[in-house]
């Protein structure tokens, strides 16, 4: 019996090893932003805030941003996500404009054994100094996944959105938050009243708006993160203290401005499993729209000072992607001039990209596949080429191994083209796609067998 469950939890693993893979955006069936990256109980809960498109008839800005609720996803590999569902809602939540669809950026905390949620929203009721605008509440769950129970009143004193919360080592809780500004005070133990006035963290450039704080500590360093427009639109900087509530001395850029210009960006720093990451969004699903932005990871890196090295961001994203799982080589990590990336389909962004290798010697490379004891012997691809093309497979590089090469049919629909391939090592490796032709040649997705 007990042979059989080893065997029955073996296959099962395998099988799930085999579906890895890995890319940016990390969640792809629905838009989300301002990632709030915590690890709670060994495994890192995303919690994002939830673009939609404005619904029709309800006298909201076609060209704001929208969002009615947020979902909770949890991982514990960084590349396959759960989506846990709605955890609060703007209808369920009976201090919100439940017309209002202004449910921001969030953040979540654990303390003595339960989850406390801080988000932001447009207020329905004026608070006792007379303000209605952005006030932020807190629901309160026993698990990471909720149920999550809204407190009745948002917390007292606090205009603004972008909530951010750290407990310090000595137990002593803080809540950030912006308006225009970056503020913070001293929360409560009971973590739902100001525990302090809220002052300004007035150490931040001066000009420009700065939002989204996230401080997180490491070797003693209190790093205040945030995104700011220095010059047209937001890029992530940060400053750094020996205390929560600064000064903090302005230190560097964490990430450029959007390469696709989206206006906003919005970061959290996690370290998992000894690896940093920063989580951050962007709007590749919605190049025209930026309002309608998605999460993306990629491994953040300390120099010996402490200062953090600029993060670029890259489509590969985070972790190893098996062989025999599905190779998104659109999600490339880099790629020759020529080479351009396409949407499958326009009507429909969530079904994916494709490369576009324009002509010979254009290439693109996918990093970090695991082949295993290398004993591959076939590659499925799903590609087109409108006059037909040839492509070559290499390792490591454009000018690696050639481990097959494969006519691509003339024709404007992707089709799946089975080949054979020799010489793959085994282990991780890098896999280039080369075109060998001078009409453009377009591959989605590659899988070894
Ligand atoms: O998502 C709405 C707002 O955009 C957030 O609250 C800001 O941080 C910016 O990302």
Redesign the pocket.
């Known amino acids: 019996m007990k042979r059989i469950k080893l065997f029955i939890i073996t296959a099962i693993a395998s099988f799930c090893a085999n579906n890895l893979s890995a890319q940016n955006p990390v969640i792809r069936d629905q838009f989300s932003?301002?990632p709030t990256a915590r690890v709670f109980n060994g495994k890192v809960y995303l919690f994002p805030?939830h673009?939609i498109t404005a619904p029709e008839g309800k006298n909201l800005r076609k060209d704001w941003?929208c969002?009615k609720d947020y979902h909770v996803f949890s991982s514990e590999n960084l590349i396959d996500w759960t989506d846990h569902g709605v955890i609060v809602s703007q209808n369920t939540v009976n201090w919100v404009d439940s017309t209002s669809y202004s449910m921001?950026?969030p953040d979540c905390i654990a303390r003595n054994g339960k989850y406390y949620f801080y988000f932001?929203a447009n207020t329905s009721v004026t608070d006792p100094s007379g303000r209605k605008g952005f006030g932020i509440g807190v629901a309160i769950a026993d698990n990471p996944e909720g149920p999550y129970i809204p407190q009745e009143k948002p917390i007292s004193g606090v205009h603004g959105?972008?909530p951010n919360v750290f407990i310090d080592k000595d137990g002593q809780a803080y809540l950030y938050w912006?308006m225009g500004k970056i503020f913070v005070a001293k929360l409560k133990e009971n973590m739902l009243e100001l525990d302090s006035e809220p002052q300004e963290v007035s150490e931040l450039p001066e000009v420009g708006l700065k939002?989204?704080p996230f401080l997180f500590e490491r070797n003693g360093i209190y790093y205040m993160t945030y995104?700011h427009v220095q010059n047209k639109i937001?890029r992530l900087e940060y400053a750094i203290s020996n205390s929560p509530m600064g000064p903090f001395k302005i230190t560097g850029v964490i990430m450029d401005e959007s390469p696709m210009n989206c206006?906003?960006?919005?970061q959290s720093v996690v370290e998992y499993r000894n690896q940093w990451y920063l989580f951050y969004?962007q709007n590749e699903y919605s190049p025209q729209f930026d309002?309608h932005?998605s999460v993306c990871i990629d491994s953040l890196f300390f120099n010996t000072d402490g200062t953090i090295q600029k993060v670029v961001p890259t489509r590969r994203g985070v972790g190893v992607t098996n062989a025999a799982g599905r190779i998104e080589i659109d999600r490339f990590s880099s790629k020759s001039e020529g080479t351009t990336i396409a949407f499958n389909q326009a009507a429909d962004p969530f079904d994916g990209w494709k490369a576009v290798l324009a002509k010979k010697g254009d290439w693109v490379q996918y990093n970090t596949i695991d082949f295993g004891k290398g004993k591959f012997k076939k590659v499925m691809l799903n590609a087109c080429a409108k006059m037909g093309g040839t492509i070559q497979l290499r390792l490591e590089n454009a000018h690696g191994p050639v481990i097959g090469s494969i006519q691509v049919p003339s024709g404007s629909e992707l089709n799946k083209i089975e080949i054979k391939v020799s010489g793959i090592q085994s282990g991780i490796q890098n896999l280039v796609v080369v075109s060998e032709t001078d009409t453009p040649v377009e591959v989605d997705w590659l899988t070894f067998k």
């Open positions: 932003a301002d805030s673009d941003f969002m921001w950026a932001p959105i972008d912006a939002e989204g995104p937001e206006w906003t960006n919005h969004h309002k932005r």
